[in-house]
């Protein structure tokens, strides 16, 4: 059973549309497919938004029409891939070529796959384009964690740091020192996140000679925002248990999982 989160919720709505007051670059097999300053963001889920940009700011000879017409709320969709020399994306450009909302009229929705890199004016982003609405706060406390999986002690400190997001349930960072290495062992797994960055590895667990994969994270090399964990490891509580100052942290509802 899922308690109710304990922390604030998303604010924008589906089909929310703002203008990106930064310069949004995209790179596909080297080059430069995509320079802009006058791109949106459009909702089409509350969590984040997607790019919409001026076809006008697309390098025109990467567009090949799949001859292929679509539609749906948002208005008239013409499908495009990208081509750059030998590379390919097939389907990834939607243009709008009529839409109900003016200001997304000949724009063009991108699939963040359909490039190699984004960039929000010199640093890359990874994933999906961050929110305006987000805010991610990494802050040192002294409250006890503990951390266990079926009774098998994983961490345990006085000096973690809690990173709040919004939308999302806090996660405790702890210190390498404080983690019972006899319990984990390293795992290859690498992800990323817009406002994190890429992580440096992942932890699995040992619980009775079996392998609990991958229960806990860490980030070297974060970004700037967030420097505070850097090399600190983070347990998902939707996989183990974490307790604060001796209370036990629900596992959030399976929507605000990430």
């Not at 109710?4 to 604010?11: A, G, L, N």
């Not at 604060?244 to 605000?256: A, L, N, S």
Request: a neutral charge.
């Amino acid at each position: 059973m899922h308690d109710e989160p304990r922390f604030p919720p998303m604010i924008a709505k589906t089909d929310d549309v703002a203008p990106v007051p930064r310069r949004i670059r995209g790179y596909l097999a080297g080059q430069l497919v995509l320079d802009t300053t006058a791109a949106l963001y459009v909702w089409e889920w509350p969590y984040y938004p997607q790019y919409y940009v001026p076809v006008a700011d697309l390098v025109p000879e990467v567009l090949v029409d799949e001859q292929k017409s679509l539609s749906n709320r948002r208005g008239s969709i013409r499908v495009h891939g990208l081509r750059v020399g030998g590379t390919y994306r097939p389907a990834a450009v939607k243009v709008l070529t009529d839409s109900p909302i003016a200001a997304l009229t000949n724009t063009a929705r991108i699939d963040w796959a359909g490039l190699d890199s984004w960039f929000e004016e010199d640093e890359q982003v990874f994933v999906h384009p961050r929110s305006p609405y987000v805010r991610v706060d990494a802050l040192r406390s002294s409250r006890i964690v503990r951390v266990e999986l079926d009774g098998v002690p994983l961490a345990a400190t006085n000096s973690p740091v809690l990173l709040f997001e919004t939308g999302l349930p806090t996660r405790y960072y702890v210190p390498r020192t404080d983690l019972r290495l006899e319990n984990l062992i390293r795992s290859a797994t690498v992800s990323e996140c817009p406002y994190k960055g890429t992580t440096s590895g992942y932890y699995s667990a040992i619980v009775d000679g079996t392998v609990r994969p991958d229960v806990a994270w860490t980030y070297d090399f974060p970004t700037s925002q967030v420097l505070p964990i850097a090399g600190l490891v983070a347990f998902y509580q939707e996989k183990v248990s974490i307790s604060v100052d001796g209370v036990v942290v629900p596992i959030p509802p399976p929507r605000h999982q990430r």
